[in-house]
C-alpha cells in the first residue's frame, strides 16, 4: 500500500494554474508535517515548501514564494499544493513527504513516507 498519493499534475501553459493533491494511505496524516518536493530532469531534488502538522506554519522556497500556497485538510488525510503564475523551470516531477516530526522541512531523509510523484510540464 502507497502510502501517499499525489494527483493534478499535467501540462499547463506559462502563466497558468494547476492544484496538487496529496492523500495520506494507513496512517493518520494530520500527526505529521507535510512536505513538497519537485526534480526536474538531471537535478536534485529540491523542497518547494512544507507545512505542520496543525498547518499553523508554513514555508516556502525562495523559487516558489508568493506564487505557491500549501495547505492541508486533516479530516480528510490530504495536503494540497495550489501553483499559480507556473513558469517554465517549474517543469519537474512534485512529490508529496510526511515527516512524524516536522524537523527538516527541506530535507528529503527526514521523511518517513513519500508518494510516487506527478508530473508537472510547463509549456506554451
Same mark, same amino acid.
Request: with cysteine.
Given at each position: 500500500q502507497v502510502p501517499l498519493v499525489? *494527483? $493534478?499534475g499535467g501540462l499547463v501553459q506559462p502563466g497558468g494554474s494547476l492544484r496538487l493533491t496529496c492523500v495520506g494511505s494507513g496512517f493518520t496524516l494530520g500527526g505529521? +508535517?507535510?512536505g513538497w518536493f519537485r526534480q526536474a530532469p538531471g537535478k536534485e531534488r529540491e $523542497?518547494? $515548501?512544507c507545512i505542520s502538522s496543525s498547518g $499553523? @506554519?508554513?514555508y516556502y522556497a525562495d523559487s516558489v514564494k508568493g506564487? #505557491? @500556497?500549501i495547505s492541508r485538510d486533516n479530516a480528510n488525510n490530504t495536503g494540497y499544493l495550489q501553483m499559480d503564475n507556473l513558469k517554465p523551470e517549474? @517543469? +519537474?516531477v512534485y512529490y508529496c513527504a510526511a515527516d512524524q516530526y516536522g524537523y527538516g522541512? #527541506? *530535507?528529503p531523509q527526514e521523511y518517513d513516507y513519500w508518494g510516487q510523484g506527478t508530473h508537472v510540464t510547463v509549456s506554451s
Open positions: 499525489e *494527483s $493534478g505529521y +508535517a507535510l $523542497g518547494v $515548501g $499553523g @506554519t508554513i506564487r #505557491f @500556497t517549474d @517543469t +519537474a522541512c #527541506f *530535507s
